[in-house]
Protein backbone atom coordinates (compact mmCIF):
# COMPACT_ATOMS: atom_id res chain seq x y z
CA UNK A 1 0.00 0.00 0.00
CA UNK A 2 1.30 3.29 -0.94
CA UNK A 3 2.02 5.55 2.11
CA UNK A 4 3.02 9.22 1.56
CA UNK A 5 4.38 11.72 4.22
CA UNK A 6 4.65 15.65 3.40
CA UNK A 7 6.94 18.29 5.19
CA UNK A 8 8.65 21.54 4.53
CA UNK A 9 5.63 23.51 5.62
CA UNK A 10 5.79 26.74 7.53
CA UNK A 11 4.77 30.37 8.07
CA UNK A 12 6.52 33.14 5.52
CA UNK A 13 5.78 36.58 4.74
CA UNK A 14 4.34 37.64 1.24
CA UNK A 15 7.21 37.40 -1.79
CA UNK A 16 8.74 34.29 0.34
CA UNK A 17 9.71 30.76 -0.35
CA UNK A 18 9.29 27.24 0.72
CA UNK A 19 10.10 23.80 -0.18
CA UNK A 20 8.06 20.86 0.16
CA UNK A 21 8.87 17.37 -0.15
CA UNK A 22 6.70 14.43 0.04
CA UNK A 23 8.21 11.00 0.60
CA UNK A 24 6.54 8.13 -0.93
CA UNK A 25 6.78 3.70 -0.17
CA UNK A 26 5.03 1.49 -1.38
CA UNK A 27 4.41 1.70 -4.88
CA UNK A 28 3.42 -1.79 -6.63
CA UNK A 29 3.76 -0.22 -9.97
CA UNK A 30 6.53 1.52 -11.49
CA UNK A 31 4.13 3.90 -14.03
CA UNK A 32 2.48 6.12 -11.24
CA UNK A 33 1.34 9.61 -11.14
CA UNK A 34 1.50 12.01 -8.30
CA UNK A 35 0.74 16.20 -7.67
CA UNK A 36 -0.09 17.90 -5.22
CA UNK A 37 -3.34 19.80 -3.62
CA UNK A 38 -3.95 22.32 -1.37
CA UNK A 39 -6.86 22.94 0.48
CA UNK A 40 -7.85 26.82 2.30
CA UNK A 41 -10.08 27.29 5.30
CA UNK A 42 -13.56 27.18 3.78
CA UNK A 43 -12.39 26.28 0.77
CA UNK A 44 -12.52 23.01 -1.55
CA UNK A 45 -9.75 21.33 -2.37
CA UNK A 46 -7.60 22.89 -5.42
CA UNK A 47 -5.49 21.11 -8.11
CA UNK A 48 -1.71 22.52 -7.62
CA UNK A 49 0.01 20.36 -10.10
CA UNK A 50 -0.06 16.86 -11.56
CA UNK A 51 2.90 14.84 -12.67
CA UNK A 52 2.71 11.76 -15.53
CA UNK A 53 4.56 8.51 -15.55
CA UNK A 54 6.78 10.09 -17.71
CA UNK A 55 7.44 13.56 -16.20
CA UNK A 56 4.95 15.79 -17.77
CA UNK A 57 3.62 18.74 -15.34
CA UNK A 58 0.37 20.40 -15.59
CA UNK A 59 -0.55 23.29 -13.53
CA UNK A 60 -2.96 25.38 -12.23
CA UNK A 61 -3.12 28.65 -13.84
CA UNK A 62 -3.07 30.34 -10.26
CA UNK A 63 0.70 29.02 -9.46
CA UNK A 64 2.23 29.07 -13.22
CA UNK A 65 5.49 30.75 -13.30
CA UNK A 66 5.38 30.34 -9.23
CA UNK A 67 5.72 27.09 -8.28
CA UNK A 68 7.99 24.14 -9.73
CA UNK A 69 7.31 20.65 -9.35
CA UNK A 70 10.13 17.78 -9.56
CA UNK A 71 11.01 14.28 -8.24
CA UNK A 72 13.63 11.95 -7.72
CA UNK A 73 12.18 8.58 -8.76
CA UNK A 74 14.81 6.66 -7.73
CA UNK A 75 13.82 8.04 -4.30
CA UNK A 76 10.53 8.15 -4.51
CA UNK A 77 10.66 11.94 -3.28
CA UNK A 78 8.17 14.87 -4.73
CA UNK A 79 8.93 18.37 -4.18
CA UNK A 80 6.92 21.52 -4.57
CA UNK A 81 9.11 24.78 -4.60
CA UNK A 82 7.15 27.56 -3.95
CA UNK A 83 7.98 31.02 -4.83
CA UNK A 84 6.99 34.80 -4.56
CA UNK A 85 4.05 33.13 -1.81
CA UNK A 86 0.70 35.34 -1.87
CA UNK A 87 -1.50 35.34 0.91
CA UNK A 88 -4.09 33.21 -0.73
CA UNK A 89 -1.14 30.24 -1.20
CA UNK A 90 -2.56 29.94 2.89
CA UNK A 91 -3.58 26.09 3.11
CA UNK A 92 -3.34 23.02 3.33
CA UNK A 93 -0.79 21.18 0.88
CA UNK A 94 -1.22 17.37 -0.14
CA UNK A 95 1.18 14.84 -1.62
CA UNK A 96 -1.15 12.53 -3.80
CA UNK A 97 -0.67 9.43 -5.91
CA UNK A 98 -2.29 7.30 -8.22
CA UNK A 99 -1.19 3.58 -9.73
CA UNK A 100 -1.19 2.32 -11.86
CA UNK A 101 -1.37 5.65 -14.16
CA UNK A 102 0.47 7.20 -17.11
CA UNK A 103 -1.16 10.42 -17.54
CA UNK A 104 -3.48 12.49 -15.14
CA UNK A 105 -6.43 13.05 -16.38
CA UNK A 106 -7.06 16.32 -15.06
CA UNK A 107 -6.39 18.12 -11.60
CA UNK A 108 -9.65 16.86 -9.78
CA UNK A 109 -9.34 15.22 -6.51
CA UNK A 110 -11.14 12.19 -7.17
CA UNK A 111 -8.62 11.14 -9.47
CA UNK A 112 -6.11 10.35 -7.05
CA UNK A 113 -6.12 7.23 -4.68
CA UNK A 114 -4.10 8.08 -2.56
CA UNK A 115 -3.34 11.01 0.05
CA UNK A 116 -0.62 12.10 2.35
CA UNK A 117 -1.82 13.60 5.68
CA UNK A 118 -0.97 17.39 4.99
CA UNK A 119 1.53 19.89 5.68
CA UNK A 120 -0.21 23.52 6.55
CA UNK A 121 1.22 26.86 4.84
CA UNK A 122 0.69 30.00 5.97
CA UNK A 123 1.44 33.17 3.85
CA UNK A 124 1.39 36.21 5.51
CA UNK A 125 0.68 39.93 4.32
Known amino acids: QVQLVESGGGAVQTGGSLRLSCTAS????????TGWFRQAPGKEREGVVG???????TYADSVKGRFTVSEDRAKNILYLQMSSLKPEDTGTYYC???????????????????WGQGTQVTVSS
Open 51 to 57: VDADGDT
Open 96 to 114: VAQEPCSVVEGLHDLFFGV
Open 26 to 33: GYRYSRHC
